[in-house]
């Protein structure tokens, strides 16, 4: 039976919930598709870090709007949620790395953004299992942690709670007007958005996506073994890398007192199947920071794959050769971050109405250099 709806998003990750609720919150009907369930996916896969970020001024704008976002929404999550303010501390292994801090630390300051140098005593007393003759770290205070997939359904309720609809099933044409579904339904909408993460370009032609696979690890409880967001500066020349595999020092406290620790990053492969060199090479990199976490008790390891654009920021808007059809895509690492400034940024578009920051640097119409590829 085919069915009409003010909005059809493809996609219930984090970001289409978000979507989705925004959308349905604003009075628009709301059809929701998603093949598995809301919050699968990438979403499930993620560290559920809410980071400001500096890589670009549309990067601080976007990462800051969507903080700003989770923080006023908290008080309303429960506790299956686990959104915890953690903050973290960006650890500086060397007088260069601690040049980094203090940059980052101008940079934010100049914004708005509360940050402390912390030196290798404070750092210690912050962080004591971290390995000794670190020069510091950048502590962010207002940065949290969320459970991904709980934070989705979480959206996707408040969607629902506004009249939203999900509909179950995969998605095999999605083109302004209409979405189709595998068996055969038509979702008949007058805006239709694909959120599909990694797998966007698979439903609209021509869109610059790019699967980036990453690892993942959880040990068994161990209470404030880690208690903030940990995140070497290293990390971001990691994450630049477009050409080789790459790993990184990033721990997470959760809850439960486990350990959440990443992180890797790997182009053009597309086996789900963990890479066990990668994965030795992950735990190697925390260990050296941190080598109390060698004889913990790993529980699970897994990979998921990020949908990474060629210059690190997202697409959110309308896709220029189809009138009616927006992207929610590309959001790489950021996806948890950004979904609410994503959601919001979608539906003042949708709706024509003010922006609070600038769309411009996120429009599915902006080019690519030859330096973005």
């Not at 007088?95 to 100049?110: I, P």
């Not at 409880?221 to 477009?242: M, T």
């Not at 189809?322 to 790489?332: D, K, V, Y």
Request: aromatic fraction near 6%; hydrophobic fraction near 40%.
């Amino acid at each position: 039976m085919n069915r009409t709806f003010d909005v059809a998003i493809a996609g219930g990750g984090i970001v289409g919930a978000a979507c989705a609720a925004e959308c349905a919150r604003a009075g628009m009907s709301v059809a929701l598709v998603e093949r598995e369930l809301v919050g699968s996916g990438a979403t499930a896969a993620g560290m559920g870090h809410i980071v400001v970020m500096d890589d670009s001024a549309a990067q601080f704008a976007l990462t800051r709007f969507s903080q700003r976002l989770w923080h006023e929404m908290s008080a309303e999550f429960p506790s299956e949620v686990e959104f915890e303010p953690t903050g973290t501390i960006w650890v500086a292994a060397d007088d260069d790395e601690m040049a980094e801090v203090r940059r980052k630390h101008e940079y934010y300051a100049a914004r708005g953004v509360r940050t402390e140098i912390l030196d290798q005593h404070s750092l210690r007393e912050a962080e004591p299992n971290l390995r000794l003759g670190l020069a510091g770290g950048l502590l962010a205070p207002e940065d949290a942690v969320v459970y991904p997939p709980c934070a989705a359904l979480y959206f996707w309720k408040r969607a629902r709670d506004a009249g939203a609809t999900l509909i179950s099933g995969t998605v095999a044409k999605l083109e302004a007007g209409n979405l189709q579904l595998a068996e055969g339904t038509v979702i008949a909408a007058g805006v239709t958005v694909n959120a599909a993460g990694a797998w966007a370009s698979e439903l609209t032609a021509g869109v610059k996506i790019r699967k980036r696979k990453g690892h993942l690890l959880i040990t068994d409880r161990y209470p404030e073994f880690v208690r903030h967001q940990l995140v070497e500066l290293g990390y971001l020349k990691s994450a630049h890398s477009v050409t080789s595999d790459s790993v990184a020092f990033n721990v997470q406290p959760r809850r439960t007192g486990q350990l959440l620790i990443g992180s890797s990053r790997q182009y053009d492969n597309e086996s789900k199947n963990i890479d066990h060199d990668i994965l030795q090479r992950m735990l190697e990199r925390a260990c050296a920071f941190m080598p109390g976490i060698g004889p913990l008790s790993s529980i699970r390891a897994w990979t998921g794959f990020r949908a990474a654009t060629p210059d690190k920021l997202p697409l959110i808007g309308p896709w220029p050769e189809s009138p009616g059809l927006f992207l929610a895509t590309g959001h790489e690492g950021l996806g948890i971050t950004t979904s609410l400034a994503t959601a919001r940024l979608l539906v003042d578009q949708i709706a024509g109405r003010p922006s609070e920051i600038a769309i411009q640097p996120y429009l599915p119409s902006r080019s690519f250099t030859e330096s973005h590829v």
